[in-house]
């Protein structure tokens, strides 16, 4: 979605930044490609890029958590074994010790700059537009595209998607299945209008009288 969306938008004459993690995906010639691998890489990637931008569209999350602890090698299952074997009492399963990434969305929305707009994506299984609304509210975002995931044809893994997006003046649209390239242009025709507002403020402040001068 995140490469389709960079496509549409140097389409359209934008100069397009697109952050990246591993992907067998060519990208779309003539972007500015920052690849990273990890969420911390992204999270400072993003924040990085975004002062620069006017539209910021994250179209893809990062995995929540992370392993406390990580090898550079194989972890065998004789030394798993052996370390759960050594836990007194009954129980005898292996843990894996997790801990939480940053939440990139909701920094870029706590940092989101005046006239900057803020495309956020949520893939739910249930209550589609409460989740939605939710964080379309929690992290600052102008737009959110939500979409159910576990169903064929539709999020990760697929060619195509179906939507439901709400913008921040409560106006909601639902997109019915269509190409993941489709889907971009009728998501930057949604940001477009929150583009176009916050350029026509950028003017009107620009044209208006300094104090003590003119």
Known sequence: MGYALAAEALARGAEVTLLSGPTHLAPPAGVNLVLVTTADEMFRAALNQAPGA?????????????????SSRKIKKESLRRAALKRPGPDRAVILRLQPTPDILEELGRRKKP????????????????????????????????????????????????????DRDGNRSELPIMTKEAMAARILDLAEPFLAGAAGRRRRRAAAPREGGS
């Open 115 to 166: 006239g900057q707009v803020l495309v956020g994506f949520a893939a739910e299984t249930g209550d589609l537009e409460a989740n939605a609304l939710g964080k379309l509210r929690r992290k600052n975002l102008d737009l959110i595209v939500a979409n159910r995931i576990g169903r064929k044809g539709e999020g990760f893994e697929a060619d195509t998607n179906r939507a439901l997006t709400i």
């Open 54 to 70: 006017d539209l910021v569209l994250k179209a893809a999350a990062v995995a929540d958590y992370r392993p406390e602890e990580r």
